[in-house]
């Protein structure tokens, strides 16, 4: 359950996100609005990155989010996906999981774990040597997407934010995020809310509210979704 | 009796000194001075003449002052040229010097050594045969018997040239001459204690030799020299470690190493240099400068030199190859980090002399705080080194307002060969840290995670226990270096 109250962002004292209302709950939530208006900026905001300032509250399964840093809000249970995953030399993609999955407390099982994520990496078409490669380095966009959800696989956050996960990616792969997407929703008490453009992925997860971002900053929240449909056919002026 | 005293910040934490019974020199440094020590040492009189000609040739050369390091000029004539625990019974180690090492993890018992291994087999022999010094003397050479079966020698410097003396007069200075630089020519007339080596023709060392170098002495410098002689189709893997009592002062370390390699033998020498970097504010820690160089003089023979450098305050070192032998190879693979106020001035000199030599150097320097970090290289490739390769790789991972500078130096005198040289220096990614960060790591372990991959190429050169060893004490240096 993540509550945003007069949540604002900014950057360099540029206003990007203003008075943000909003609640999430256990369930698939869908965000959308025009380029640029600041839906990457919602994710790492929350997240702790330190190029955002931010004003207002933010709670998190009862936890006052803001007041965290980054990795104390990863072991809350909040886990968002990037756009632009960044690549460390020398770290290969399981030695990072490992390292992650022991700051979060989870299973420390290597064996186990290296099973996981071959399996996981093999769902995604990413190759039996996946694990050994290094961490988002030499790897293309859409790999480097798929790396992204497996680590939200492995890392089994309460909350997840996932940035354009379809971008990048081939029907069939977008046919397997979706598999893993309502997998993960079907655990039960997962909440996951999803940045997309795309009217396929919206339709395929049907989502239980939609969140609307404007150029002002300005967010709306509803649970009719067929607004959203509506702009898929029309624009966001439409 | 026993004053094991810990006088570390708590990062250091080697950095405790050990009260024991000592035999010292008065401070100061005359002619006197080295007779007295080689007659203590009960040398014989071409050692004395070896020590006089370099005591001989000091007098008239200065410090170098080209490196790019600076430190409080040192007074020759306040430092102790000799300090060496007393032994209250012949051949037993006071019980004070076994704990020291006990508590830096280094097994002066065979005994000990063995228990630290996993024994799968009963006929797989022990991995590590150790020589320990402490301050200018060897205390204890583990394993010497279990190598003499194969003809190895492996003993102090000062046993070598008693037992030996044919071997290390050959060798002694052929590789670095005693007039090569200040600090090496210092060693020459001082040097007190330090390893030998001999591995003879066709035998490939059952395990590794280690020396362990441990200052304890206030003012007290210390001169150790190591030879190390690989014969024809021989190979050894030597590793060496060090470590230093955290005092106000700064502490002198003038060592010399020298290499050699016959046809087709090997040398592998790691190091993992810990001595203490001194405090926060740059107060004490250990002047490392040391000179370094193996000889392959075979052909197809190889040396190969991998540094793990995180402590002293002052390092001044560039381990080198002259590679005379047709088809010999050179390599240097190097980590080193600083923070705090510390100084490094490192790397490498590779002088192809052979046809068909190939070097390669890959150095990896990390600075964080005010430090300093300079990666030195030098590559000639001679007239005579037809068809030579070099391939060079620096880089730099700078933190806070640390200083990173690369000077890489090629000079090539044939056309057939051929010199790559890469270099990258940047910035610790604040992106990576935040993204480390997002999956649960802390600031200091998404840093370690960063810095570990930065040098992952130089680790996997080292022997699987001490880079195990490297790894640990990268994180501990790691730890409160990220503000």
């Keep these: 359950m993540l509550v945003t109250q007069e949540f604002t962002v900014k950057v360099d004292g540029n206003t990007i996100l203003n008075d943000l209302t909003l609640e999430y709950g256990p369930g698939i939530h869908v965000i959308m609005g025009p380029n640029g208006v600041g839906k990457s900026t919602f994710a790492h905001a929350l997240m702790g990155n330190p190029n955002y300032d931010t004003e207002g509250a933010v709670e998190f399964y009862g936890k006052d989010l803001l007041a965290m840093e980054t990795y104390e809000r990863a072991r809350a249970g909040l886990f968002i996906s990037f756009q632009t995953p960044t690549p460390i030399e020398g770290l290969s993609n399981f030695q990072f999981i490992r390292q992650a999955m022991v700051s979060l407390n989870k299973n420390n099982n290597i064996k186990e774990n290296l099973s996981n994520f071959r399996q996981s990496a093999t769902d995604l078409g990413l190759g039996s040597e996946w694990d050994k490669k290094q961490l988002n380095l030499e790897a293309s966009g859409g790999e480097k997407k798929k790396n992204e959800l497996i680590q939200l696989e492995m890392l089994d956050p309460k909350l997840a934010i996932l940035d354009e996960p379809d971008s990048g990616l081939d029907i069939d792969a977008i046919k397997i995020l979706v598999e893993k997407l309502r997998a993960f929703v079907d655990k039960g008490d997962k909440t996951l809310i999803i940045v997309s453009h795309y009217a396929e992925l919206i339709t395929k997860l049907n989502p239980d509210t939609l969140t609307i971002l404007d150029k002002q900053g300005n967010a709306k929240q509803t649970e009719d979704i067929q607004i959203a449909y509506d702009i898929l056919e029309n624009g966001f002026n439409g | ?483």
């Excluded at chain 2, 087709?264 to 740059?282: F, H, L």
């Excluded at chain 2, 197809?300 to 305050?313: C, D, L, P």
């Excluded at chain 2, 005198?413 to 604040?430: D, F, Q, Y």
């Design chain 2, 1 to 483: 009796m026993t004053d094991v005293s810990n006088l570390a910040d708590n990062k250091y934490t080697a950095g405790f000194n050990t009260v024991t019974e000592t035999e010292d020199f008065e401070p100061g440094l005359t002619e006197d001075t080295v007779k007295r020590l080689s007659a203590l040492k009960n040398e014989p009189e071409w050692v004395t003449e070896f020590r006089l000609k370099a005591f001989a040739h000091l007098q008239t050369i200065k410090e170098p002052t080209w490196a790019h390091v600076s430190y409080a000029p040192i007074d020759y004539q306040a430092l102790s040229y000799y300090s060496a625990p007393k032994f209250r019974n012949k051949d037993e180690i006071p019980q004070e010097i076994l704990e020291t090492f006990d508590k830096l993890g280094v097994p002066l018992h065979e005994r000990d050594a063995l228990l630290g291994i996993e024994k799968k087999d009963p006929n797989i022999i022990p991995t590590v045969a150790v020589d320990v010094v402490f301050d200018s003397v060897s205390i204890a050479t583990t394993f010497q018997k279990e190598l003499k079966k194969h003809g190895i020698i492996f003993c102090s410097i000062s046993e070598a040239i008693q037992e030996h003396p044919e071997l290390v007069k050959e060798y002694l200075g052929s590789v670095i001459p005693v007039k090569d630089n200040y600090f090496a020519c210092l060693n020459s007339a001082v040097f007190t204690d330090g390893t030998f080596c001999y591995i003879p023709k066709g035998v490939k060392c059952p395990m590794e030799l280690n020396t362990y170098f441990r200052i304890n002495a206030r003012n007290t410098g210390q001169f150790e020299r190591t030879l190390i002689i690989a014969d024809a189709d021989s190979y050894v893997s030597y590793l060496e470690g060090c470590t230093a009592p955290a005092y106000d002062e700064n502490t002198l370390h003038a060592a010399v190493v020298e290499l050699v390699t016959h046809d087709r033998a090997e040398i592998k020498y790691s190091t993992v240099q810990n001595w203490y970097p001194g405090d926060e504010n740059g107060v004490g820690g250990v002047l490392n400068f040391v000179t370094k160089r193996g000889l392959c003089k075979g052909e197809s023979s190889k040396i190969s030199w991998t540094q793990v450098e995180t402590g002293s305050a002052v390092t001044w070192k560039y381990p080198s190859c002259i590679l005379r032998g047709d088809n010999s190879v050179g390599e240097f693979y190097s980590v080193a980090v600083t923070k705090g106020k510390q100084q490094a001035d490192t790397g490498t000199k590779m002088l192809h002399v052979g046809k068909n030599t190939k070097s390669t150097i890959i150095s990896k320097g990390i600075s964080f705080g005010d430090s300093s970090n300079t990666y030195r290289g030098q590559v000639r490739i001679g007239k005579t080194a037809t068809n030579s390769r070099n391939y060079t790789q620096c880089d730099s991972l700078m933190l806070d307002n640390s200083k990173a500078i690369t000077i890489p130096v090629v000079s090539q005198h044939n056309n057939s060969s051929i010199v790559e040289h890469e270099a990258s220096a940047g910035k610790l990614s604040e992106e990576a840290l935040y993204y480390l960060q997002s999956r649960g790591l802390d600031e200091e372990n998404a840093v370690s995670l960063v810095v570990n991959g930065f040098c992952k190429d130089v680790f996997q050169k080292l022997p699987l226990e001490f880079a195990a060893e490297a790894n640990q004490l990268l994180n501990v240096t790691l730890e409160g270096a990220v503000g």
